[in-house]
């Protein structure tokens, strides 16, 4: 005789959250519950399944064959759910709600505040509080990651012709703009005066660069592998301002996108660099059961303009 039974949608959340993240407390800070709430969901299901669904490994647990196999189905009910919940049942003329968006920090300056900007113009004109959206600023590898495992819904992110971003088959990767990365030197420096730099001209240097394994620092040394060498980086930092402040004090050089630059103080030129040219993609990420919500093609619209207004 067959069970019949039913499945609690935030049970199941739960355990999908588990399966993704690798643990309870993992899960828990994603989907906003307390770690015991997580494990009262997960034998929730587990006296609702009537299987065991979790089983304890070391310090922490695994997921069981049956287990991994609700996960899976799980995967596919929410993402349906989402796509449910974003398309019809969403007003195509009025996107409102709340969408989450990670962007990395030059993007938020360039892209996502001038959006937010003219989003907010709109909603005072309309008289009413249209979207709300919440903004963190990230590098783009965990912004794919939040996007993908559905803690954020949104994401800005950029992919360096040296250093390719992979996107997982559930989520859409579209084209925004392309965006330039020049060396910022002194106009004391030797090299201050050249109308362009390769990679060669580069060599002996002292670099200040973005955190090691950021993706703007591995594009710098992407530079000059083709020549056997490492830049000598005598300082990190993840601010940019920081690195135009060095530069202007001559203490070292760096590499520095155009997006969302601020302008350059006196003491401090932009040189681009070619063999290799330094470019970025910078794109968009959502899953692709957001394909047609309102919420996501508006904002994306909107950055959009942001970025045709960039190139003009």
């Given amino acids: 005789m067959y069970r019949c039974f039913m499945i609690d ?7 999908v959250a588990v399966e993704q993240h690798g643990s309870v407390i993992a899960a828990a ?5 307390s770690p015991s709430a997580v494990s009262q969901q997960i034998k929730k299901l587990e006296k609702q399944s009537g299987v065991a669904v979790l089983e304890r490994h070391g310090r922490g647990v695994l997921l069981t064959d049956r287990g991994m196999a609700l996960a899976e189905y799980g995967r596919r009910i929410l993402g349906e759910l989402e796509e449910l919940q974003a398309t019809l049942l969403a007003d195509p003329a009025k996107p409102s709600g709340v969408l989450r968006l990670v962007a990395f920090s030059t993007a938020c300056r360039g892209l996502v505040g001038p959006m937010l900007g003219k989003l907010g113009r709109a909603a005072a004109n309309d008289g009413e509080p249209g979207l709300d959206i919440r903004v963190l600023a990230e590098d783009p590898r965990e912004a794919v990651q939040r996007v993908a495992s559905g803690e954020a819904d949104l994401g800005v992110v950029h992919n360096w012709n040296s250093v390719p971003l992979l996107i997982p088959g559930n989520m859409v990767h579209e084209k925004l703009c392309t965006d330039t990365a020049d060396v910022l030197l002194n106009s004391a420096h030797p090299l201050a ?10 060599l002996g240097q002292s670099w200040i660069s973005t955190p090691a394994n950021a993706i703007c620092n591995e594009a710098l040394l992407a530079i000059f592998a083709g020549l056997g060498q490492v830049p000598d980086i005598r300082m990190y930092d993840p601010d940019f301002s920081t690195h135009i402040a060095m530069v202007r004090q001559g203490v070292a050089v760096a590499l520095v996108p155009r997006l969302g630059r601020p302008e350059l103080p006196d003491g401090v030129v932009a040189v681009p660099v070619e063999n290799p040219l330094q470019q970025r993609e910078v794109g968009i990420v959502y899953r692709k059961t957001m394909r047609s919500s309102p919420s996501i093609r508006h904002v994306v619209g909107l950055l959009r303009e942001a970025a045709a207004e960039l190139d003009g």
């Fill in 29 to 33: 800070e994603t989907i906003g519950f």
């Fill in 9 to 15: 949608i935030a049970a199941l959340r739960a355990l």
């Fill in 193 to 202: 005066g050249r109308s362009a730099v390769e990679a060669s001209d580069l």
